[in-house]
C-alpha cells in the first residue's frame, strides 16, 4: 500500500503529541531480548503511541496502529511479540509482522506494513530520530 492510502492515514511525525526528533525513550537496555516497550506521549484518545522492539543490540521503532483496522497493537502493555519473540502480533486482530521492516506476512494486513519510527542509539540510549 502507498504511503497515503485514504483519509484517516496520517503520517507519524503528523499525529497529535507526536515526539520530536531527539527526544529521548531511555536505555535499550530497559527492553527485554526479543519483547517490545511502548511509549506513550499525551493522554486520552489522541495519545501518541509507539513501541520499540529489541533483537540482540538492536531496536526497531514503529508507530503503534496496525494498518488493517488502525487500532494499537498491543491489548496489554508492552505485548507486542510472538510468545517465542520471532514476531510482532497485532493482539486484535492476529496479524504477524517482520521486526526488521514491519512487513506483515500473515493477517487481514498481509503485504501491508507498520509505519516505521527512526530511532537512534548511542551509547545505549535509544532517541527519535530526524
Known amino acids: 500500500m502507498a504511503e497515503a492510502d485514504g483519509p484517516f492515514h496520517i503520517r507519524w511525525h503528523q499525529r497529535p503529541h507526536a515526539p520530536a526528533p531527539g527526544t529521548e525513550l531511555g536505555p535499550l537496555a530497559d527492553i527485554p531480548d526479543g519483547q517490545g516497550r511502548e511509549y506513550v506521549f499525551g493522554e486520552g484518545k489522541r495519545a501518541f503511541s509507539l513501541f520499540v522492539v529489541r533483537r540482540g543490540g538492536a531496536a526497531f521503532g514503529y508507530l503503534n496502529v496496525c494498518p488493517h483496522f488502525q487500532l494499537t497493537l498491543n491489548s496489554r502493555p508492552d505485548m507486542f511479540m510472538t510468545r517465542d519473540g520471532s514476531r510482532i502480533k497485532c ?3 492476529l496479524a504477524l509482522f517482520r521486526i526488521e521492516d514491519g512487513f506483515c506476512l500473515d493477517g487481514a494486513c ?21
Not at 509505519?115 to 535509544?126: K, N, R, T, V
Request: charged residues 35%.
Open 91 to 93: 493482539s486484535q486482530h
Open 110 to 130: 498481509e503485504g501491508d506494513r507498520l509505519e516505521a519510527i527512526p530511532l537512534d542509539l548511542e551509547d545505549g540510549l535509544l532517541t527519535i530520530a530526524d
